[in-house]
């Protein structure tokens, strides 16, 4: 029970600091839209040529009312600071998500596109999103060691180059939330959220030939992928051996052609 408790307060906490996250990024992109570029950069110029001269006059008057200015000028860089410790952690594996389903994705659209270009097979709209949404669950799932690299590869946050980064351990941090059982739950879960919508119009519509036909894709794509899972998970299960099946074949027609050649010697 106090395992349980423990597990709620985490996940209350990590919901706020995605909150928090969200908010100060929000924040961010609104004062750099209305922010002149000139005046911050003369304000950031004399905001440190201000901390550099204070810190100046403290080595050289021991005072503490200068220790109390410097305080408060500087309270703005410890507050940004501090925020950053929170934000960039975050930050990093929303981004490190993001690029993993980006990066499975990116085949499925580049082999719709050049269908496209080159007019190879003729295919509508929904044919699009239930191949393109089929094959990048298929590759989320089947290739997660190889997807994951990727991210690290093309991450800002140069987590196996930068020694400052390697110290925060965001690998850590990212392997915790991108591993395949995860990668699994996420799927279902958004094809469970989707399910319960569709279900939802399905009844409140006079016909189900009247919804969507991206929803139709969209149900359909489930259904290939809850197939393939199960396929997946259950291929260590599989009896069948190829090369032992292949050995005994050529056993079976061995045995076959001497006794044939024994009949008629």
Known sequence: MSSLKKEIKSSLYLIL????????????SISMSK??????????????????????VR??????????????????????YSIALIVIPIGS??????????FSSIIPFVVVILNDYFHIIDISNETKVFVVLT?????????????????????????????KVKVMKLDDLTEHIINVKNIRFFIYSVFFIYLVIYS?????????LSLNLYDEAILQSFLCVLAFDKVLSNIKNV???????????????????????GRRL
């Open 59 to 80: 080595n050289k008057f021991n005072n503490k009312i200068f220790d109390y200015i410097h305080f408060i000028i500087t309270l703005p860089i410890a507050l940004f």
């Open 239 to 261: 009896v069948f051996l190829p090369s032992t099946f292949l050995a005994k074949l050529i056993g079976a027609t061995t045995r076959r052609i001497d006794e044939v050649l």
């Open 17 to 28: 600091f995605v909150i928090f996250f969200i908010f100060v990024m929000y924040i961010l």
């Open 200 to 208: 939802y119009k399905t009844f409140e519509q006079s016909s189900k």
């Open 35 to 56: 922010v002149n570029l000139t005046q911050s950069v003369l304000f950031l110029v004399s905001y440190i040529f201000i901390i550099i001269l204070l810190d100046t």
């Open 93 to 102: 594996v929303i981004a490190h998500v993001i690029y993993y389903f980006l």
């Open 135 to 163: 094959a990048s669950v298929v590759i989320a799932i089947t290739f997660c060691d190889t997807l994951l690299n990727l991210t690290y590869i093309f991450s800002p946050s140069r987590i196996k180059t930068s020694k």
